[in-house]
């Protein structure tokens, strides 16, 4: 089966950046998204990105795909304590008919 | 955008007892939807697709006698634990994708099986 893996913590201090990282094994992805999770609550769709395309960006947020390397980041400049939560990659892949695929989850921290 | 609304937020629960979860998308509508599960510190796991007017497809190793679903209309789809253990407590979250690419997820419901 498919493969998302991201690390497990990250801790940065507010109004630095933050760089959250996710690989995946699927070579047929469509889309790739990043998704944040809240304690107790559901997903909240961040951003997305079609898998032909390098790099996106969305106010803070910018999304770089390396489809070669199978590399997805997600980048969030001057990081606020509101952005403390899990983030989730997922993707979508060719015949999956539109299942997602998450990955492990990111822990971000951030400290004042 | 997009709402989707889940009921109840959290239940507690006897063993052996049955218990019902539903997902409602509150302003589109949605031919299919899905149930994930999360247990603690955990990604999400897709249990079943739920399309509208047929029968669920279930993801392998999910009991579809244990985890019922029915998607009568195309603003809602249930899924019911049935004869909970405490092995079932986890976290339940449905999704329902309007059309394209997206997905949008409910709020979760947290099950807990004494």
């Known amino acids: 089966g498919e493969d998302v893996e991201q690390s497990l913590f990250l801790s940065v201090r507010e109004g630095d950046s933050s760089v959250i990282n996710c690989t995946y094994t699927?070579?047929?992805?469509?889309?790739l998204y990043w998704y944040k999770q809240e304690p107790g609550a559901g997903l909240q769709l961040l951003t997305y990105?079609?898998?032909?395309?390098d790099m996106k960006q969305d106010q803070r947020l910018t999304v770089l795909l390396n489809k070669k390397d199978k590399h997805l980041s997600l980048r969030i400049a001057d990081t606020q304590t509101g952005d403390s939560a899990i983030y989730f990659c997922a993707e979508t892949y060719t015949g999956g008919g539109n299942k997602l695929t998450f990955g492990t989850g990111t822990q971000l921290k951030v400290e004042l | 955008g997009a709402v989707v609304s889940q009921h109840p937020s959290r239940v507690i629960c006897k063993s052996g007892t049955s218990v019902k979860i539903e997902c409602r998308s509150l302003?589109?509508?949605?031919?299919?939807m899905f149930w994930y599960r999360q247990f603690p510190k955990k990604s999400l796991m897709l249990m079943a697709t739920?399309?509208?007017?047929?029968?669920?497809?279930?993801e392998q190793g999910v009991e579809k006698d244990k985890f019922l679903i029915n998607h009568a209309s195309l603003t809602l789809s249930t899924l019911t634990v049935t004869s909970a253990h405490p092995e079932d407590s986890s976290f339940y979250i449905c999704?329902?994708?309007?059309?394209?690419?997206?997905?949008?997820f409910g709020p979760g419901t947290r099950l807990t099986v004494l």
């Open positions: 999704s329902a994708r309007p059309g394209g690419n997206e997905q949008f």
């Open positions: 302003d589109f509508q949605a031919t299919t």
């Open positions: 990105i079609f898998s032909n395309m």
């Open positions: 739920s399309n509208e007017g047929s029968k669920a497809t279930y």
């Open positions: 699927d070579s047929s992805s469509t889309y």
